[in-house]
């Protein structure tokens, strides 16, 4: 039988390999994965608001549409909209980052650093002030 003497059968029981400590830490890659989604979540809030501040009369009534199925999203207008917009950029992107970052060991300290200061560059686009002055408007 294939190698085998008639009668006789080759019993191997194995174990799986038993993980180490370091084996069941998250990796760094997960970290950032999340960071960049909040990131990314984040740009597609101000995207929306830029687009709904330099052409309200089409973005509004798009962002009144991806809004109007939340929970009292035709309340707060197009802002519902953008905070749509912000959430399914945010979980597609995580959900991405995460499945192709998971298994990779990546530099938190300097993810961090990044991290904030993209975070900061961010807020400060969306103070009306820079934006204006971006877009020709007067302050």
Same mark, same amino acid.
Request: net charge positive.
């Given at each position: 039988?294939?190698?085998?003497?008639?009668?006789?059968?080759?019993?191997k029981i194995t174990s799986p390999p038993r993980r180490t400590a370091a084996a069941k830490q998250p990796k760094s890659g997960e970290v950032v994965a999340a960071l960049a989604a909040v990131w990314l979540g984040a740009a597609a809030l101000t995207a929306a608001h830029w687009w709904s501040a330099a052409d309200p009369a089409q973005a509004n009534p798009t962002l009144l549409r991806w809004g109007? !199925?939340?929970?009292?999203?035709?309340?707060?207008?197009?802002?519902?909209?953008?905070?749509?917009?912000?959430?399914?950029?945010?979980?597609?992107? !995580?959900?991405?980052?995460?499945?192709?970052?998971?298994?990779?060991?990546l530099n938190l300290k300097?993810?961090?650093?990044?991290?904030?200061?993209?975070?900061?560059?961010? !807020?400060?686009?969306?103070?009306?002030?820079?934006?204006?002055?971006?877009?020709?408007w007067p302050a």
């Amino acid at each position: 039988m294939l190698g085998h003497e008639s009668g006789e059968r080759e019993n191997k029981i194995t174990s799986p390999p038993r993980r180490t400590a370091a084996a069941k830490q998250p990796k760094s890659g997960e970290v950032v994965a999340a960071l960049a989604a909040v990131w990314l979540g984040a740009a597609a809030l101000t995207a929306a608001h830029w687009w709904s501040a330099a052409d309200p009369a089409q973005a509004n009534p798009t962002l009144l549409r991806w809004g109007s !199925w939340l929970p009292a999203g035709l309340r707060i207008g197009p802002y519902a909209g953008k905070e749509m917009a912000a959430l399914v950029v945010w979980l597609g992107s !995580w959900l991405v980052l995460f499945f192709a970052l998971k298994r990779v060991e990546l530099n938190l300290k300097l993810t961090m650093y990044v991290f904030i200061g993209a975070m900061l560059l961010l !807020w400060l686009l969306l103070w009306p002030p820079v934006y204006h002055r971006i877009f020709g408007w007067p302050a």
